[in-house]
Each structure stands twice: as C-alpha cells, then as structure tokens.
C-alpha cells in the first residue's frame, strides 16, 4: 500500500529574531533529554542537553526549558541567522542509554 | 571531540544485493553504538543496540537476520543490509557513547541507500 510520510511542524523566523521550539515527551520517568538539529542529507548534531533534576540550562545562543509536570521540553534560539535553518528534534533517554526522538520540527529562518 | 564517522556516504544497489555500511568514532572509544534508519520527512527510528564484543540488540520488529550488525572493535560497528529490497531504501544514521556511563550520542553523517 502506500504509505504516507509525516508531515513536520514547521516555524518560520525572521532573521535576528527569537524562535522557541517546543516538544512533549511521554515517560514522565525520563531523566535525560537532548536537542539535536539536523541539517538536509546529514546526521543530528548535539546542541544541548538537560537532566531532570534541572529546569533550565544555557548554552551559546540557546536555552532548553524542562517542565517535568506538563512532560514538556522547549529550545529556545536567540538571533536566529539563517545557519539554524534545519529540522530539530527533542530526544529523551529511553533508559539503557536508549534514546527516543520526537517527530521533529523544521525551523526556517527568513532574511 | 567525539567524531563519528560513516562509509558510504551513500550507495546505490540491486535488488538482492547486500550493502555493508561501517560506523567509526574517530576521537574516542565507544562501547556501544546504535543504529537508527530515517525516511524522508521521518523522525529516527532506532534499528538496534551494538555492543563491542556482544551480540547487537534488535528493537521489535527489525529483523536481524536481514540487518546484521557487527562491532568488532571499541572504534567500528558494521551494519549490513542482507539481500536488500527497494522498501529498505533509506537514510542509516549510526550514533556512538563515549565510554563509561554517558548517556550523550553522537552522531554520524548518515548513509543514503537506494535500491534499485
């Protein structure tokens, strides 16, 4: 039969503005959860990582936000330029080093 | 730090071949590896869990008869595609733990498969 490709989330920023991405995770029992973006044709790329035992965590330009009672994850970007231009997704640790991703959403930044 | 590389970048085959795709981390030892399959407009999907001189471990519905995996060495996993099929046409991303318990994967450029 054919089958049907999900159609991802998508967000459009102007350049220099702030974008948030936002991601819902199941198991209310996860600890460790990253955000990767991947670019067109390559592999996910680490950006930023959070234990459970945290609510906020900064990096250069981006900030991960955990609400562990709503189970919801978010990635913000500050001075968005066209190189954050790909697709996100939020993992979290499935246990086991396992990791489960999220369906993604691709995030373009207009000039 | 914690390179992953992958070989072939992409490969195109007949029907019935197989494929053999190798996995390296560059700058640091990894015990375990995974192996993630990622259709167009998809999220990964995680095929199976390589560990260094262990059988790999399959998620439910991979069948590992047809997707043999092999890690040889702290620094190489191989994933071989047996008797591909169109259907099995697909982006393989291979992913790799530093060692000791960390929990942060890093991934490799991903191989592009198209059987014909």
């Known amino acids: 039969g054919e089958s049907v490709g999900l159609h991802l989330p998508t967000l459009s920023v102007q350049e220099g503005d702030n974008s948030i991405i936002n991601c819902a995770y199941s198991?209310?029992?996860?600890?460790?959860f990253i955000w990767y973006k991947q670019e067109s044709g390559k592999g996910p790329q680490f950006i930023i990582d959070?234990?459970?035992?945290?609510d906020k965590r900064q990096g250069q330009r981006v900030t991960v936000l955990l609400n562990k009672t709503v189970k919801h994850l978010s990635l913000q970007i500050a001075a968005t330029q066209p190189g954050d231009s790909a697709v996100y997704f939020c993992a979290e640790n499935k246990g086991a080093q396992k990791l489960v991703f999220g369906q993604g959403t691709r995030l373009t930044i207009n000039p | 730090g914690a390179v992953v590389s992958q070989h072939p970048s992409w490969v195109i085959c007949k029907s019935g071949t197989s494929v053999k795709i190798e996995c390296r981390s560059l700058?640091?030892?990894?015990?375990?590896m995974f192996w993630y399959r990622q259709f167009p407009k998809q999220s990964l999907m995680l095929m199976a869990t390589?560990?260094?001189?262990?059988?790999?471990?399959?998620e439910q519905g991979v069948e590992k008869d047809k997707f043999l995996i092999n890690h040889a060495s702290l620094t190489l996993s191989t994933l071989t595609v047996t008797s591909a099929h169109p259907e099995d046409s697909s982006f393989y991303i291979c992913?790799?733990?530093?060692?000791?318990?960390?929990?942060?994967?890093?991934f490799g450029p991903g191989t592009r498969l198209l059987v014909l």
């Open positions: 992913s790799a733990v530093p060692g000791g318990y960390r929990e942060t994967q890093y």
């Open positions: 198991n209310s029992a996860s600890d460790y």
């Open positions: 959070i234990r459970s035992n945290m």
């Open positions: 390589s560990n260094e001189g262990s059988k790999a471990t399959y």
């Open positions: 700058d640091f030892q990894a015990t375990t």
